[in-house]
């Protein structure tokens, strides 16, 4: 329960009510979301973490957030990588019984093929160490289909949908959090799975098989991620591609019937041994107060994506919307007490953890495993992350911090009229602020409108900007802007949740 001190701290400094008009005028009226949106995802392209899309992005949001007007806009080393992965060309055809250039994409981090493959497919089900004893010397030569025939089952759900006012009630009514709220409750199984996967690929080459097929996840299009290898040195294996559901089916039924398949394919693509610096993008509007000045608040979103699309919606919408809420600021000649930070995080899609924002975590805050702090921990007020889509904000997750939702009750009070009004106890996980979260630092999601992102877009080939809505990012970064600006404008930081405890000694 917030305390009344802390309930007096906050309301002894509310915000200028003229400068939080002028953000929504200028944010509403003269915005630059989409333009900036298009710059990172499709006039740029696929922005794989730390491949030549990737850099380029961040050298052309690094100037962007320079041309606003804004300080120390640079391309902030997190740490090192393993070699990033950079796709030349592909393709995955059926040549008998008769013709089909089946709809598919190769796994980022894949091994290459020699040139083209050709192979009967065969259908199995490797789904564990098990498995593959199972299916040992017989797999030589062959196209692996590893997976079962998968009907369509969501063809009369709706695709498109925003967060209903009954869901929002019932966020906000939650007495108790659900979802993850800590840094292991999302880790969990996370690092096991990955090295599963490791296995099964060596087990593969080890038999010989010349590639692996998979189905999408999603029915609706092409969901093509990739592997994770960014983190640690590339295992090996073989050419492996996600097939799209339509084509999937087909071949598992003509499998099933005995049918006399013949596949080729090929798959060129090279690992880039340099730089293995990892880097994220930074910028910053300086806070005025000369005693909170040194203290931060910080807004940001991954900026890396997968290679089947240009990450429009995942995560190029975040990252525009975090980079117009502080032009916002900067506009109106905003005057923050504390400083407000903006970051663009690489390496949230692959690797075993959130490898640029834990990567900054580690360097400025302290270490998550140990919990050896950092001076500039006790310095940052908020974290604030933007991820998930790019629909309308609603409503931020409080990660189970019950102290700070007095707080947000009141930060959002000016932006009820927009539709950004729920404050929840419940955690999500999977993106960023995660790492934050790991130390034991306030760090939060905003509720966001779904639109199709889970149906359509997410990690598919549909990732361009057809699927951004400009007056939603314009209603986020009007959001973001005020609430960041409250955070850097109040006498006390948020409250902070209870430091997790060290995971090694």
Request: charged letters at 20%.
């Amino acid at each position: 329960m917030l305390t009344l001190a802390t309930a007096l701290l906050f309301a002894s400094a509310p915000a200028d009510t003229g400068v939080l008009a002028r953000i929504r005028e200028e944010g509403l009226q003269r915005s630059k979301v989409m333009e900036t949106a298009l710059g990172l995802s499709d006039l740029n392209g696929p922005r794989l973490a730390g491949s030549v899309g990737y850099l380029r992005a961040a050298e052309w949001a690094k100037s962007r957030l320079a041309g606003f007007g804004l300080s120390g806009a640079a391309l902030e080393p997190w740490g090192e990588h393993a070699p990033t992965w950079e796709l030349d060309g592909f393709s995955l055809e059926m040549t008998a019984p008769h013709y089909l250039r089946l709809t598919a994409f190769p796994k980022a981090w894949s091994a290459a093929t020699k040139g083209v493959v050709k192979g009967a497919p065969v259908l199995i089900q490797l789904r564990n160490d098990a498995d593959a004893a199972r299916y040992k010397g017989k797999l030589r030569g062959k196209v692996v289909l590893n997976g079962t025939l998968l009907p369509l089952r969501g063809r009369e759900a709706q695709s498109f949908s925003r967060v209903s006012d009954r869901q929002l009630d019932s966020l906000a009514r939650l007495a108790a959090p659900i979802g993850p709220t800590s840094y292991d409750d999302d880790a969990e199984g996370y690092a096991s799975g990955i090295e599963r996967r490791r296995r099964l690929r060596q087990f593969l080459k080890a038999e010989g098989a010349i590639a692996l097929l998979e189905p999408s996840r999603n029915e609706a299009a092409l969901g093509a991620s990739g592997e994770d290898d960014y983190s640690t040195p590339f295992g090996g294996g073989v050419a492996e591609f996600t097939v799209a559901r339509q084509h999937w089916n087909r071949l598992v039924r003509m499998v099933e019937a005995g049918q006399t398949i013949r596949l080729e394919a090929s798959l060129r693509a090279r690992l880039v041994q340099h730089p293995t610096t990892g880097y994220n993008v930074v910028a910053e509007l300086k806070g005025s107060d000369p005693t909170l000045a040194p203290e931060v608040v910080m807004i940001g979103g991954h900026l890396d994506s997968w290679a089947a699309a240009t990450g429009a919606t995942d995560n190029a919408a975040g990252c525009a919307i975090v980079m117009e809420a502080l032009r916002i600021l900067r506009a109106i000649d905003a005057r923050p007490r504390r400083t407000i930070r903006v970051a663009l995080w690489d390496g949230e899609e692959s690797g075993d953890d959130y490898m640029g924002s834990m990567g900054y975590v580690r360097k400025h805050f302290g270490e998550w495993k140990t919990m050896q702090l950092l001076p500039e921990h006790a310095r940052l007020s908020a974290y604030y992350n933007v991820d998930n889509g790019g629909g309308k904000l609603r409503g931020i997750f409080l990660q189970g911090n019950a102290a700070a939702r007095g707080v947000f009750e009141g930060f959002f009070a000016p932006l009820a009229d927009l539709g950004a009004r729920t404050v929840s106890i419940a955690g999500t996980g999977s993106t960023d602020h995660m790492s934050f979260v790991a130390v034991g630092l306030p760090a939060f999601q905003f509720i966001t409108d779904g639109l199709d992102y889970g149906t359509r877009s997410h990690h598919t080939d549909l990732d361009n900007a057809d699927y951004l809505i400009e007056d939603d990012l314009k209603q986020a970064a009007v959001v973001v802007a005020t609430i960041a600006y409250q955070t850097a404008m109040a006498d006390a930081q948020v409250p902070r949740p209870p430091l997790p405890a060290a995971r090694v000694k």
